[in-house]
């Protein structure tokens, strides 16, 4: 089963920029693009495990603060010719708020 939980105020996340949100088991990395799409992946690089929510956000994409790996935040890919993926939640917009798909 599934939920929707509030996590945050969209404008708490700076354009470009991410905030974290932690679960009791996980923490996941809150993007927000230039144009206020918002994603959400696993805040761990899948590299080396550096915090991809202190990475570089440019187009749809993070750049791993430790060693530039390139992570899409559409689907959790490293960019070639690194390989690997980190976990994605669904993310909504609601009245101003952030919401997230968390798995129960």
Not at 36 to 47: F, K, L, R, S, T
Not at 79 to 88: F, H, I, K, L
Request: with cysteine.
């Amino acid at each position: 089963m599934s939920n929707w939980v509030k996590v945050l105020l969209l404008e708490d996340i700076p354009k470009l920029g991410a905030r974290v949100v932690r679960t009791k088991d996980k923490e996941i990395g809150v993007f927000r693009l230039a144009d206020d799409q918002v994603y959400a992946i696993n805040n761990q690089c899948p590299h080396k495990g550096g915090p991809l929510s202190q990475g570089i956000v440019y187009g749809d994409k993070v750049a791993c603060p430790l060693h530039s790996w390139k992570i899409s935040l559409v689907d959790g890919k490293a960019e070639e010719p690194d390989v690997g993926e980190t976990a994605c939640f669904k993310t909504k917009v609601e009245d101003g708020f952030v919401y997230l798909e968390l798995k129960e």
